[in-house]
């Protein structure tokens, strides 16, 4: 695809990078306590998460929930790599160890109700490292690939100075639908660090995700600007197709407009108090405008038609979206969540730092989660965990089979005797 100069559109800020401070290169680390990875996704999309936490010799968290993954079979994966894993099914009754936001249950009855449960993965992860005093964690999309596993590290080493310490996405952008569209028909559209690969220090953060698109701004936000943010190192994005689904664009556009219009205040130089329902009404207009701006940008754009048509598909639902939404609401959910930190702290104070002294069984038990999680001890292994990341590795009966096209390779697992159960690991 070919498009014309770049275009810079008066109603959207395509970068928010003055916002960050790009941290210099350092030889300094710092130990990553745990890697939180939520994922709805088949455990054998996690082998790179498992080979980072075996490296580090951090504990890696993974909070599971659909029909294609279970807290077991992620056990039983990682029980070839010799990473500790703490492995969760999310449901109910995690649901139930978290407060009752207003963010949450404002939109539940509406067309804004966001149906990721997201937000809620992190958060448990969040209360987990407060029992298990963890003092740096970094969160980890299952579709991001770091090449470089000490640059969590080096991000872990600037956590005393940050509230988060994003790793830059290379890769596919990440982006909203219709920041995807305009960047695609020529727009300068730059990314921002996010949740798929962020490090941060558990002691000092009280903030929390929000259940809306771009719940990882909000959680770098604080009561008036952005708290202190840096981005730092490489992590890469698996490609994937923004417009694949109208519904996607649709469930997005709350959380970018409201993400976007906040930050649209903070690169003014303006505090956020002065997001007031006479500001969310100029600023919709705004958004509005982009959207077809954006989608005119499309028609005129040198594109393959089919990929035309569905990407102004996507921006016709952002736009369908955008005109349900009322400045008023925009004002609401702010204040809600404001209020929403502050039932997040007093929710964080009625469990002790490092109440359960790092034994995650006693984390387990302490949450109710014995039942519903498989918890791994780690184990030194007598191969390299990149040979199992490179080829793939498959339960074979308490066996390693790697296939790298050349036919299997059988090794035992680590304590396993073959023919005996890997369940033997297994601390469930």
Known sequence: MTTTSPFHSEHHHGSHRDLLDSAPETASRAHVDAIIVPTIRGARVLRHAMSLASRLKSVLVVLCSGSDTSAPAVAALAATTGAEVLALDVGCTSARLLPEFKTTTGLERTRLRHHSDLSLKRNLGLLIARLAGWERIAFLDDDIHVPDAFDL?????????????????????????????????????????????????????????????????????????????????????????????????????????????????????????????????RYLDKRRKFIVQTMN??????????????????????????????????????????????????????????????????VRAELGLKHKSTYLLGQPLDHDVADLEAFGAVDVGGRVALDGGMGPYVIPKPGVQPGSSAVAQLHG
């Open 297 to 362: 940008m499309v028609r005129e754009a040198e594109v393959d038609p089919g990929r035309r048509s569905k990407m102004l598909g996507s921006l016709t639902a952002a736009w369908g979206r955008s005109q349900y939404i009322r400045p008023q609401w925009c004002s609401d959910y702010v204040r809600a969540w404001r209020e929403d930190r502050q039932v997040w702290r007093e929710h964080l104070e009625r469990y002790g730092h490092n109440c359960c002294d790092g034994d995650l069984d006693k």
């Open 153 to 281: 590290e080096r991000a872990a080493a600037l956590t005393g100075d940050y509230a988060g310490v994003g790793l830059r996405i290379g890769g596919y952008p990440d982006n909203s639908v219709v920041c995807h569209a305009y960047r695609e028909a020529g727009g300068p559209q730059d990314t921002f660090v996010g949740g798929g690969a962020l490090v941060v220090r558990t002691g000092s953060t009280s903030s929390f995700f929000p259940k809306i698109y771009n719940e990882d701004w909000f959680f770098l936000l604080g009561g008036e600007k952005l708290r202190p943010t840096a981005v730092t190192g490489l992590a890469l994005q698996q490609p994937y197709d923004p417009f694949n689904l109208d519904e996607r664009a649709r469930m997005e556009e709350f959380g970018d407009t409201i993400a976007e219009g906040l930050f649209w205040l903070l690169d003014e130089g303006r505090p956020l108090t002065d997001a007031n329902a006479t500001y969310w009404s």
